[in-house]
């Protein structure tokens, strides 16, 4: 029997995605690295040699979510602009929130922004290279771009209640202004 050996960035990538896996599931506190190297099927060592600490590994994880939802806008937006490029972005980010690992990845890089600067930081330059690029390829006005992230906001709060799965009528009213807004 053959066995392939992965590439360092291979390695990499895998570890990544199995860190997003176990941090959204329980933050980044709440987190083990040995669960991390476990799911990875490496050693805990080896992990500690790809990313230094915990920490980095989590702004790791955190910078490709933000990175994964811009090329899912770009991909989207893609010889659009205006209004059509916005309702392309928002109906894939949509399908994005259906991946209950990225939207709980994302929602834990929000909460452990509000108790590190570190990761405050780096949350603030990927959702701002999210507004640029939104503000870049649509042209439109603050405003509309502000109610574009405003929906996305609350979709993620909606997914991660389930809303979709058992509706609520408070919510489906909110819902049905959805389209009107973006």
Same mark, same amino acid.
């Given at each position: 029997?053959?066995?392939?050996?992965?590439?360092?960035?291979?390695?990499?990538?895998?570890?990544?995605?199995?860190?997003?896996?176990?941090?959204?599931?329980?933050?980044?506190?709440?987190?083990?690295?040995?669960?991390?190297?476990?799911?990875?099927?490496?050693?805990?060592?080896?992990?500690?040699?790809?990313?230094?600490?915990?920490?980095? /590994?989590?702004?790791?994880? &955190?910078? *490709?979510? =933000?990175?994964?939802?811009?090329?899912?806008?770009?991909? #989207? @937006?893609?010889?659009?602009?205006?209004?059509?490029?916005?309702?392309?972005?928002?109906?894939?980010?949509?399908?994005?929130?259906?991946?209950?690992?990225?939207?709980?990845?994302?929602?834990?890089?929000?909460?452990?922004?509000?108790?590190?600067?570190?990761?405050?930081?780096?949350?603030?330059?990927?959702?701002?290279?999210?507004?640029?690029?939104?503000?870049?390829?649509?042209? /439109?006005?603050?405003?509309? &771009?502000? *109610?574009? =992230?405003?929906?996305?906001?609350?979709?993620?709060?909606? #997914? @991660?209640?389930?809303?979709?799965?058992?509706?609520?009528?408070?919510?489906?009213?909110?819902?049905?202004?959805?389209?009107?807004?973006?």
């Amino acid at each position: 029997m053959t066995t392939t050996r992965l590439s360092a960035a291979e390695r990499r990538d895998d570890v990544l995605e199995a860190a997003l896996v176990e941090f959204a599931e329980h933050g980044l506190e709440g987190t083990s690295t040995e669960d991390i190297a476990r799911r990875a099927g490496i050693s805990q060592p080896y992990l500690f040699r790809l990313f230094g600490t915990k920490k980095e /590994l989590f702004k790791a994880a &955190v910078s *490709r979510c =933000f990175r994964e939802t811009l090329e899912v806008f770009q991909r #989207a @937006a893609e010889g659009k602009r205006g209004e059509e490029a916005l309702e392309a972005m928002g109906h894939a980010y949509m399908e994005l929130l259906s991946d209950k690992v990225r939207l709980a990845g994302q929602m834990q890089a929000y909460a452990a922004a509000t108790g590190d600067p570190e990761i405050r930081e780096l949350v603030r330059l990927g959702f701002g290279d999210l507004v640029s690029y939104v503000e870049r390829v649509s042209g /439109l006005e603050e405003e509309h &771009v502000m *109610r574009f =992230f405003a929906c996305g906001m609350l979709l993620n709060v909606f #997914a @991660a209640m389930d809303i979709h799965e058992r509706p609520e009528p408070w919510a489906e009213r909110l819902l049905a202004t959805f389209d009107k807004d973006v």
